[in-house]
């Protein structure tokens, strides 16, 4: 039992695991799981966002400050993620066998999909229309690898969004404090 039965609404759990024995069985393709493991390893730490972000400083000088308040709205995003992960300590799948190591043994929420989905929010508003599917993509990737249930990637691309939502009007030009 995790930290998340006392909320879970009834057929949720059984969602969840349904769900991600579906998506994880798609890794029976090695090009699905071999797309999988490279998403994962890229999005470990944020690191393909905040790559993509201080690329997108490096190569848009007038954009510079907006791409670095970006990039800083996505690490924080992560950063909460893995906060909450040490409060709610929900352990990762145990019904089927994961694709990859992970940092961590807590999967509530996917620090991966909040990542993802701050970076995909923020650097959307900049013109990188392309990190949207990219984004999509790698939530999808940690259900393929099995290493979270749907809901934790769910709630890790809400976490994302509302971080980089709220961010915002700090990234606009003028903006808060910019």
């Known amino acids: 039992m995790d930290h998340l039965d006392a909320i879970d609404r009834p057929g949720l759990r059984g969602a969840d695991h349904r769900i991600l024995t579906a998506l994880h069985a798609r890794a029976r393709d090695p090009r699905v799981a071999t797309a999988a493991r490279a998403l994962s390893w890229t999005g470990e730490h ?3 966002w905040l790559a993509a972000g201080l690329t997108g400083a490096a190569v848009d000088g007038g954009r510079r400050g907006a791409w670095l308040r970006g990039t800083a709205l996505t690490a924080g995003a992560h950063l909460v993620s893995m906060a ?3 409060i709610v300590r929900r352990p990762r799948p145990a019904h089927v066998e994961p694709l990859v190591h992970t940092a961590g043994r807590h999967s509530f929420p996917s620090s991966h999909a909040a990542s993802a989905t701050a970076a ?3 650097f959307g508003t900049l013109g990188a ?3 949207a599917p990219l984004a999509a ?3 999808v990737s940690r259900l393929v690898v099995g290493v979270h249930y749907p809901s934790d990637v769910a709630a890790g691309a809400a976490l ?3 971080t980089a939502r709220l961010g915002s ?3 606009a030009p003028g903006g808060i404090h910019a």
Do not use: E, Q
């Open 129 to 131: 229309p392309a990190i």
């Open 46 to 48: 944020g690191a393909l």
């Open 120 to 122: 995909a929010v923020a």
């Open 84 to 86: 909450v992960k040490r």
């Open 160 to 162: 994302g969004a509302l």
């Open 169 to 171: 009007r700090w990234m």
């Open 137 to 139: 993509a790698m939530c």
